[in-house]
């Protein structure tokens, strides 16, 4: 350590360098990738537990990094966010999705009421044009937009509460519908929850496994979806990843899931098959 006068010191960490330096490596690396359109949508199916089909999916970016890499978000969202490099791929990302859900509908007009559900980062939320940005993007696609499900989480949705309202409630104004994801994860907001235009909650997937080792983790997904009864939401699941958690959602009277048991996220092609599939049926 370097002493920079009374009491000061800094710390000479050879490995922070290390790290700042690859992180800028990264942020270029994905700029890069913005501009060469390497970003993938996959899309996971969201089933009705009750009839059991598809009535949407959420929309899943990857890095379509080299031929035989596809990196999953967890290798590139968080430098997106810390670089506002999300801004641009999130955008990229409901344009994307949009555009595909609108060919779904006029490929299988039997489901007309399919959702495609989307993640919006905090920074986005933010924006002073966010309400604008997701306008322009139903006007030039096209999409109904009671069919797009845009996803928050529970920590964007409670800081600063009254920008939070305006913003939902002008969101809802365009006709589209808003999730809370990761229910239950974040700090608890039980007491705004009611003021927010909300449609759905989505349980965390930590939950959903809880399911398999205590009545404890039973208790808590009853608990939310108790709530969300009360409060006229409708629930998703999500990590479904077997039989037995779809027997217990079931159970408890779980409208809707998303998970492993019934898919992965996949490329939009294979998403199409599963749609053709279920119409012959
Ligand atoms: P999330 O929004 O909670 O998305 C669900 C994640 O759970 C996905 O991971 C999905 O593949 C995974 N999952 C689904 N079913 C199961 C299951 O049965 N078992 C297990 N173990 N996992 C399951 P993925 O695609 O790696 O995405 C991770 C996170 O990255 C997402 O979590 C979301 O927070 C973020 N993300 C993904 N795409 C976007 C995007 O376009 N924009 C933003 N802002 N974030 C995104
Ligand atoms: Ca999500
Ligand atoms: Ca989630
Ligand atoms: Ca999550």
């Known amino acids: 350590?370097?002493?920079?006068?009374?009491?000061?010191?800094?710390?000479?960490?050879?490995g922070m360098h290390e790290l700042a330096a690859s992180r800028l490596a990264l942020e270029n690396r994905l700029r890069r990738a913005l501009h060469e359109?390497?970003?993938?949508?996959?899309?996971?199916?969201?089933?009705?537990?009750?009839?059991?089909?598809?009535?949407?999916?959420?929309?899943?970016?990857?890095?379509r990094k080299s031929e035989t890499e596809l990196v999953y978000p967890d290798g590139f969202i968080s430098v997106a966010e810390e670089t506002g490099l999300i801004l641009f791929l999130g955008m990229w990302v409901l344009r994307e999705a949009c555009s595909t859900m609108v060919r779904w509908h006029k490929e299988f007009p039997r489901t007309p009421e399919l959702t495609v559900s989307i993640n919006v980062s905090a920074l986005q939320f933010a924006q002073n044009d966010f309400v604008q940005q997701v306008s322009k993007v139903l006007r030039e696609t096209g999409i109904r937009p009671e069919t797009v499900s845009l996803e928050i989480t529970e920590s964007v949705s409670m800081t600063n509460s009254e920008h939070t309202m305006t913003v939902l409630a002008r969101?809802?104004?365009?006709?589209?519908?808003?999730?809370?994801?990761?229910?239950?994860?974040?700090?608890?907001?039980?007491?705004?929850?009611?003021r927010f235009?909300?449609?759905?909650?989505?349980?965390?997937?930590?939950?959903?496994?809880?399911?398999?080792?205590?009545?404890?983790?039973?208790?808590?997904?009853?608990?939310?979806?108790?709530?969300?009864?009360?409060?006229?939401?409708?629930?998703?699941?999500?990590?479904?990843?077997?039989?037995?958690?779809?027997?217990?959602?079931?159970?408890?009277?779980?409208?809707?899931?998303?998970?492993?048991?019934?898919?992965?996220?996949?490329?939009?092609?294979?998403?199409?098959?599963?749609?053709?599939?279920?119409?012959?049926?």
């Not at 006068?5 to 000479?12: A, P, Q, S, V």
């Not at 359109?37 to 890095?63: C, D, K, M, T």
């Open 1 to 14: 350590a370097k002493s920079l006068g009374k009491g000061r010191f800094e710390l000479y960490d050879p």
């Open 37 to 63: 359109n390497e970003f993938v949508v996959h899309y996971q199916p969201i089933i009705s537990l009750s009839e059991g089909g598809i009535v949407g999916v959420e929309a899943l970016v990857r890095w």
């Open 171 to 194: 969101l809802r104004a365009l006709g589209v519908r808003i999730s809370i994801d990761d229910f239950g994860t974040g700090y608890s907001s039980l007491a705004y929850l009611h």
């Open 197 to 281: 235009q909300l449609d759905t909650l989505k349980i965390d997937r930590s939950f959903v496994a809880q399911l398999d080792d205590s009545k404890e983790g039973l208790h808590v997904v009853q608990s939310i979806m108790d709530l969300a009864q009360n409060l006229g939401l409708n629930v998703v699941a999500e990590g479904a990843e077997n039989a037995r958690h779809v027997a217990q959602l079931t159970a408890m009277g779980c409208e809707f899931a998303q998970g492993f048991y019934y898919s992965r996220p996949v490329e939009a092609g294979a998403l199409s098959a599963l749609l053709e599939e279920q119409g012959q049926q």
